[in-house]
Nanobody
């Protein structure tokens, strides 16, 4: 069973930065894996923020606008999301996700297909 554990959330003022981490442990994918970050505000649907596949192909949601950077450790067991110039609209619970990589590259800030595993989430709050 694959487990994803996020950390790094917190409260910052507008313009500040946070770095989210997601440690991936347990189990293994027989094929390649696509990793991503999602976020969700209360009462709203979960939306893709950024994704990266086994080839290193990255995709970001339009609202990121160059402010966030997704990366992963060389061993592939830790996923990161560097978030700069945070704005109040970025306030949400952020989730790490893992799924089998499809033939289609990540797009619109997420991996194509269905998420196999979710983390428990880490809260990000940005004040004006």
């Amino acid at each position: 069973q694959v487990q994803l554990v996020e950390s790094g959330g917190g409260s910052v003022q507008a313009g500040g930065s946070l770095r989210l981490s997601c440690v991936i442990s347990g189990g293994s994918y027989s094929g390649r894996v696509c990793l991503g970050w999602f976020r969700q505000e209360p009462g709203k649907e979960r939306e893709g923020v950024a994704a990266i596949d086994s080839d290193g192909t990255r995709s970001y949601a339009n609202f990121v606008q160059g402010r966030f950077t997704i990366s992963k450790a060389d061993a592939g067991n830790t996923l990161y999301l560097q978030m700069d110039n945070l704005q109040p609209a970025d306030t949400a619970m952020y989730y790490c996700a893992a799924q089998s990589q499809q033939f289609i590259m990540p797009y619109a800030g997420r991996c194509p297909g269905t998420v196999d595993y979710w983390g428990q989430g880490t809260q990000v709050a940005v004040s004006s």
